[in-house]
């Protein structure tokens, strides 16, 4: 049996998807799995869509966006989606439309998503609006806010979720991998400049590239830092 190699947003960074391939040197035998938030922000969209297509992948909420705005005029969109909309065809949103919105790694007692996850409900159940979205969270209240706009009253999902599980996710801009007994993050931000980042499964080893981009500074990143003292965890 192969690896399965589950790899963190992408956001239009195509040339280091690429390197992390090569690094990793991925086989026949391999399975890959991006994690959703191909497009947008980065110089790459279309190359990204179509290097997932010769994988797998599962929907994110920028996948999700451009799905909800397909027939919203051009001069409704911000600069940034236009330029992704006009950078993809037909066969992109139909590619787009049949992507799960989770999948399920039984044998290695892991499940990827996009984003997060309610506790106490199984994720055959979860709302997708959760496994798309879930950030800074109160259960059971449903709403979840970005970190930077949560009250003191809400904290992060994976403080929540206990399982039974492992939840690989990506999302919320983490500056190193986030591990928890019940959850991976692995968006490292590599179209802010950061890294790009993959999961390599049956040993949960975290393989990184360095950004191509430009670096962002932190004014203009929406990221979390989810310390061990935070969410407490050693």
């Known amino acids: 049996m192969g690896k399965v190699i589950i790899i963190g947003d992408l956001h239009g960074c ?20 991006f994690l959703g938030d191909l ?8 190359e990204c869509v179509e290097l997932a297509m010769r994988f797998e992948c599962i929907l994110g909420n920028h996948e999700e966006k451009h799905l909800q705005q397909r ?14 909309r006009r950078a993809l065809g037909p066969e992109h949103f139909a590619y787009f439309e049949s992507l799960p919105a989770f999948l399920e790694l039984p044998e290695h007692g892991g499940v990827a998503v996009h ?8 994720i055959r ?31 992060f999902w994976t403080r929540h979720w206990r399982g039974p599980e492992r939840l690989i996710f990506g999302h919320t801009v983490v500056e190193k991998p986030l591990v928890t ?36 500074g932190r004014a203009e990143v929406a990221r ?6 935070v969410h407490g965890y050693s």
Do not use: N
């Open 14 to 33: 195509h040339d280091e998807a690429v390197d992390l391939l090569d690094r990793l040197a991925v086989s026949e035998g391999d399975r890959v799995v």
């Open 39 to 46: 497009v947008d922000r980065g110089p790459k969209p279309r």
């Open 71 to 84: 027939r919203r005029p051009d001069a409704d969109l911000s600069p940034g989606h236009l330029a992704t």
């Open 115 to 122: 984003a997060g996850a309610m506790p106490g409900v199984p």
């Open 125 to 155: 159940h979860q709302d997708p609006y959760h496994l798309m979205h879930a950030q800074c969270i109160r259960p059971p209240e449903r709403k979840s806010y970005w970190p930077s706009k949560a009250p003191d009253t809400h904290t």
């Open 181 to 216: 007994p019940f959850a991976v993050g692995v968006d490292t931000g590599c179209v802010f400049g950061l890294s790009l980042t993959a999961l390599v499964l049956p040993d949960w080893e975290l393989v990184s590239v360095p950004s191509r981009q430009s670096r962002w």
């Open 224 to 229: 979390i830092h989810l310390d061990a003292d």
